[in-house]
C-alpha cells in the first residue's frame, strides 16, 4: 500500500487458547503500532475462556492504542459477566457474535441472556452484534449445490442474526431501538474512532 494512497480502515489482531506468544507479542505491537499512529480501530479474535482480555488491552495500550479502538471479538462465547464487565470497564467494545456457532460453547439462548444483562447493567452501548460467520467455504461441494440447498429454513447464514437473533433479543425483553444501535450506531461509532 505504500505510495498507493490507499490506507487501510480497521486493524485485524488473532490470538487463540495458547493466548499472546511470543511471535503474536511481535505481531500485535507492529499491529498496535500502525493502528496508534493512524489511529485506526482494532478487532482482535480472542477466546474468552483464556481470560486474556486485559492483556489484549494492556498490550495495545502499551502502543498507543485506546481501549475504545479496539474490539475484543468472540466475547459472546462466554456468559461469564465478571470477566466481560471488566473488559467493558476497560473501555473496549465486545464483540458478541459467532451467531450461528452457537454449537461453540454457548447457546443461542445463552448469549441472549447475557447479551440482555450486560445491556440492563448499562453496557448495550459497547456491544457489537454479528455473524463472525463463513456460510460456505468453497472447500465442501460446489457453491451452486450449497446455493440450491433449501432443506433446512433455520440454517445459518448471513441473515441469521435478523431472522433468529433480533426476534430472541426482543422476546427476552430488548427494545427494538437498543437491538438497532447494537447492529447500526455502535458499529459506526467503533469505525469512526480517531
Sequence with gaps: MAGTGVRPGIMKAACADD????ILDRVFRAIGRVAAEQRLPVFCHHHPDVGNGEEILDLFEDCGVEPRQVVLGHSGDTNDLGYLETMLRRGCYLGMDRFGHCAVGNSLAARVRTIVELCARGHGDRLLLSH????????????????????????????????????ALEAAGLDPETVRAMLEDNPAEFLEVR
Design 132 to 167: 463472525d460467520l463463513a456460510t460456505y467455504f468453497g472447500v465442501f461441494g460446489s457453491w451452486q449445490d450449497f446455493k440450491d440447498d433449501e432443506s433446512d429454513d433455520s440454517a445459518v447464514d448471513f441473515t441469521f442474526v435478523n431472522r433468529q437473533v433480533v426476534p
Design 19 to 22: 493466548g499472546i506468544t511470543p
